[in-house]
């Protein structure tokens, strides 16, 4: 396994070349911006260059780069099961002098130290924490059609509502996202939640698909319901399209993580303003867990500037930086939300309240990068063939893989 580094002072020749996902269409300011602004203003002798890769294809772009031995110094992955592959061949840095350094583990949540240390080795910096399975809504057609989201309390009652709209207004009844596959995988994975719960949730990633292979099917059943109620060409959008519909009027609903609240409010569109949210129906008390982290390559010329960079990007400072305008919450425990946006307070709060906070399989952190490649895959047959049986069939033998 690859040395931990040893810390060096950087050198102003140093430079630190981050690959970072975005979403197309989406040229607002973001939190990789501000947390740059507050790196270069206190270690102006390290260089960043940053490259901005869709998020789509950034995955392929880090290991296309890795494959042709020109691997960037650091990027941004998703961390748990997702990072086995870049272990078991050796490409990350151990980072646990960082973590020692700044004592971080007592800094950090434990379930953000759990995705990204494997056998008592840290391999990444968590950056971000968000929720998965909140529900967007627009309130002004929401009252128009007489729904009250906080009264949902399950997928049957959801799909009551998504009725409701289309009879009372001209929206249709929610936006779903279906050119990649993940939306859908989402939604599928909130659904299986909130219709069997957590302890079958578990299961179904842990193994226990085949036992649980009802309910699998039964997630799917209801996408397959949903998707009349959303707009036509809906197949085609994209998850920044679906965004301009939203903020247009054009649907009423939007089952999506929370990011997309830093999407909204960077075009104009404001919390109990323009949109509200609640939790998706039937998951009240869970917090489908998504982070985003830093790793660093083994092979690195540059260990100096990229530990300055992961110390930087783990203090308190930085972790309110990027947080805040991306959507997310520090995944730091002792860091204060009190100049977060009052969503973000409030996604605070039910993190702290919930339960139950399971790892999401559309984000990669309950399953590898091969099951997540072949989970999409089988979404992206539904939506064409839309055979439900099928679809269970290997998403079952997907997951206990």
Same mark, same amino acid.
């Given at each position: ?26 040229? $607002?300011?973001?939190?990789? %911006? ?12 390290? $260089? ?11 995955? =392929? ?5 890795? #494959? ?14 997702? =990072? ?18 700044? +004592? ?20 990444? #910096? ?43 207004? %001209?929206?249709? +009844? ?55 109620? $959303?707009?036509? +060409? ?47 129906? +039937? ?81 990669? #952190? ?32 997907? #997951?206990?893989?």
């Amino acid at each position: 396994m690859a040395d931990s580094v040893g810390f060096e002072e950087p050198t102003r020749t140093d430079a630190v070349d981050l690959v970072y996902p975005s979403e197309e269409g989406d040229d $607002t300011k973001s939190g990789i %911006d501000y947390l740059l602004e507050g790196f270069r203003s206190e270690h102006p002798e390290v $260089t960043i260059e940053l490259n901005m890769v869709s998020a789509d294809i950034a995955d =392929l772009e880090v290991k296309t780069r890795i #494959l042709r031995q020109l691997s960037p110094d650091m990027w941004m992955q998703w961390p748990g099961q997702n =990072l086995r592959p870049f272990l078991e061949a050796d490409l990350l840095m151990d980072l646990s002098d960082v973590w020692e350094r700044g +004592g971080l583990a007592s800094h950090f949540s434990e379930g953000a130290r759990r995705v990204v240390s494997f056998d008592g080795t840290y391999r990444a #910096l968590p950056m971000t924490l968000h929720r998965a399975n909140d529900l967007f809504y627009n309130p002004a057609l929401l009252e128009r059609a007489g729904v009250s989201p906080d009264r949902l309390s399950s997928p049957a009652e959801f799909l009551e509502a998504l009725e409701t709209i289309e009879q009372e207004t %001209d929206a249709s +009844g929610m936006a779903l996202p279906m050119r990649n596959p993940w939306p859908v995988l989402q939604v599928w994975e909130t659904v299986l939640l909130a219709e069997h719960g957590h302890d079958v949730y578990r299961a179904v990633t842990s193994g226990g698909a085949r036992a649980n292979s009802q309910a699998v099917r039964d997630a799917l059943e209801w996408i397959e319901r949903f998707i009349e109620f $959303t707009p036509e +060409g809906a197949v085609y959008s994209s998850l920044m399209d679906a965004c301009y519909q939203f903020i247009d009027g054009e649907v009423a609903l939007f089952p999506q993580g929370d990011w997309l609240s830093g999407i909204l409010e960077a075009e104009g569109m404001h919390y109990r303003d323009g949109w509200e949210h609640a939790p998706f129906p +039937g998951t009240e008390g869970y917090y489908v867990v998504v982070m985003d982290a830093f790793v660093v390559a083994s092979d690195t010329a540059n260990p100096a500037a990229t530990t300055t960079f992961v110390e930087y990007a783990a203090s308190e400072e930085a972790q309110v930086a990027f947080n805040r305008s991306k959507g997310s919450i520090p995944p730091r425990t002792d860091v204060s939300t009190e100049e977060f946006p009052p969503f973000l307070q409030s996604q605070q709060r039910a993190f702290t309240r919930s339960s139950e906070q399971p790892f999401s399989t559309a984000h990669g #952190l309950a399953v590898t990068p091969t099951q997540f490649v072949e989970l999409k895959s089988t979404i992206a047959t539904l939506l064409v063939e839309r055979d439900v049986d099928r679809a269970a069939r290997q998403l079952v033998e997907v #997951l206990d893989a």
